[in-house]
């Protein structure tokens, strides 16, 4: 199973580069999206993919699972709901002012 989510990490990657390197804010938005999620997957799969009861004291279980990377991706993913939430914002507010969401025209270069 850490195989197949290693490589669904690099597919996420391998798409927030490709999305990242494009012309479009909208596109590079998304891409550092993606690329929160693929962050994400790479933490779940390195605090270990196992069975187990929840870490309560009293319930005599032997085997438990690790709490810690849940909370840290729980807390990432609020954060970067924010993160993209405030930049969508600031390309619909850049886009209703200078008409555009091409990066070239954003830094000023029209003739490309």
Known sequence: METLMALLTGLLFAVG??????????????GTAIYSHGAHLLLITMGGLKGGAAPLLGQGN??????????LIL??????FGVTAFFLVLAYRSNKELGTDDLYHLRGNKDE
Do not use: C
Request: zero cysteines; proline letters at 3%.
């Open 17 to 30: 580069t490709y999305m990242v390197i494009s012309r479009n804010f909208i596109r590079i938005i998304l």
């Open 62 to 71: 032997d085997l438990y699972v690790d709490a810690l990377p849940q909370a």
């Open 75 to 80: 807390t990432a993913i609020v954060i970067n």
